[in-house]
Nanobody, 122 residues
Framework: QLVESGGGLVQPGGSLTLSCVASGFTVDRYAIMWFRQAPGKEREGVSCLDRHQSHPHYADSVNGRFTISRDSALDMVHLQMNKLKVEDTAVYHC?????????????????WGQGTQVEVSS
């Protein structure tokens, strides 16, 4: 399973770092994606990093503000979120799959985490 952490309440313009860690398998062997879902809205892809870390992918809404990275020593994936906006408020989930291909629209994953709440509010 995947477990997310690092969510919380932050003011607009602030920063948070989310982490995703696996139990029972190695994160390094998978492409890791972040998705988010706000109340009453559809799930939205945020970012994807493939196994070889050759090219991170970002949704247009977060490009330039969010950074996805791996910590191979700790076998974790992080999502650094800067310049947060009210519209970034959502439950953030990490997911594992074989590749990042079609990551924005895919509906099946090898693993899916329960999510961590991010609230951006003044």
């Amino acid at each position: 399973q995947l477990v997310e952490s690092g969510g919380g309440l932050v003011q607009p313009g602030g920063s948070l770092t989310l982490s995703c860690v696996a139990s029972g398998f190695t994160v390094d062997r998978y492409a890791i994606m972040w998705f988010r879902q706000a109340p009453g809205k559809e799930r939205e892809g945020v970012s994807c990093l493939d196994r070889h870390q050759s090219h991170p992918h970002y949704a247009d809404s977060v490009n330039g503000r969010f950074t996805i990275s791996r910590d191979s020593a700790l076998d974790m994936v992080h999502l650094q979120m800067n310049k947060l906006k009210v519209e970034d408020t959502a439950v953030y989930h990490c997911a594992a799959a074989d590749v990042c291909d079609n990551w924005l629209t895919r509906s099946s994953f090898d693993y899916w985490g329960q999510g961590t709440q991010v609230e951006v509010s003044s």
